[in-house]
């Protein structure tokens, strides 16, 4: 699952401060910045970020695990610390898998655990069938590996949504006239409701927002969370979901637009896998029910290996 013109250029420049390490490795998609911290005994677990070309800063509440073992985020070629190289060379799904293999040799790790947030989940999955002997467990959170799922669900979700939210966005749909004020402040409605779930934003929040990549974005998923068009459009794990190699966990918000009852459905189909909903919280439960969120994730690592 390589992507065209991939290589495996594994230089890496790390600066040390308070156990906290970083660095830069070149990929076939583009050069991509990581962070670890923690050098604890337990088996690395490295984080996989959504958007797709979001960045690593929300996913800052995993550091809370360092103390057991080694906690990696990454952000992906293109898009927060790792655009200062230029944009991302390739969009599919396979490169995403390679970025992560390279991440993965570029460490040294032999095996590793991995939590896929939202579109990451895809990449977390599609890594772990591709490199069965690489992955001890995955934590699938608020994850989007369903998109014909995805999508009818944000259609009920928008259903449930006040009257005339409901007409803008529907309008919009229908004419293709999503970028007016109307159809932003509709569509800005759905986000608070179904995907942030907190208010202000926090600060690790706003960063990924800023730091994004609009490209990647656009190109492997589309214009906004409700309508996918690009490459992960029709895309969909569940076939597959019984072959998976190793334990797996999925955990998703109550109000997340990564719907309760598509996960508890994932984890059916997951040979010995469980659902955990987090009442507070919406696709961001790491951020509005961290201590919990943290316990859950420390518990499954923790638990024996199928």
């Keep these: 699952m390589r992507a065209p013109g991939a290589q495996r250029q594994h230089a890496i420049s790390t600066t040390m401060e308070h156990m906290k390490t970083q660095g830069r490795i070149q990929t076939g998609a583009g050069e991509v910045f990581w962070e670890q911290r923690g050098d604890g005994p337990g088996t690395p677990l490295v984080c996989v970020h959504g958007g797709p070309g979001f960045t690593a800063h929300y996913l800052e509440p995993l550091f809370d695990l360092a103390d057991d073992a080694p ?52 990449i977390a999955g599609e890594y772990a069938l591709a490199h069965p002997s690489r992955v001890s467990r995955i934590i699938f959170a608020c994850v989007s590996i369903d998109i ?21 966005l529907g309008e919009g749909k229908r004419g293709g006239d999503i970028d007016s004020p109307a159809y932003q402040g509709a ?11 907190v208010s202000p934003l926090p600060d690790s929040i706003i960063r990924s927002i800023s730091e994004s990549d609009p490209l990647t974005y656009s190109v492997a998923w589309g214009p906004n969370e409700l309508t996918v068009t690009g490459l992960a459009s029709g895309y969909s794990l569940s076939p597959r979901l019984g072959d998976l190699p190793c334990s797996s966990l999925f ?43 943290v316990k859950t994730v420390r518990d499954f690592l923790a638990e024996p290996a199928r």
Excluded at 148 to 168: F, H, N, Q, Y
Excluded at 187 to 197: P, W
């Design 71 to 122: 906690v990696i985020l990454y952000d992906q070629a293109g898009c927060g610390r790792s655009r200062t190289a230029g944009q991302r060379r390739a969009f599919s799904l396979a490169s995403f898998v390679d970025e992560l293999e390279d991440l993965r040799c570029a460490l040294g790790i032999g095996q590793m655990a991995l939590l896929g947030h939202s579109f990451g989940g895809a």
């Design 148 to 168: 014909p799922r995805w999508v009818a669900d944000g259609e009920r979700l928008v259903s449930k949504l006040p009257l005339m939210t409901r007409m803008i």
């Design 187 to 197: 569509l800005a409605e759905y986000y608070a409701r179904h995907v942030y779930g």
């Design 251 to 293: 955990v998703c918000g109550r109000n997340d637009e990564a719907t309760p009852e598509a996960h508890e459905f994932f984890a059916s189909q997951a040979p010995g896998a469980r659902c955990v909903i987090f009442e507070e919280s919406a696709h961001h439960p790491q951020i509005t029910e961290r201590e919990r969120f």
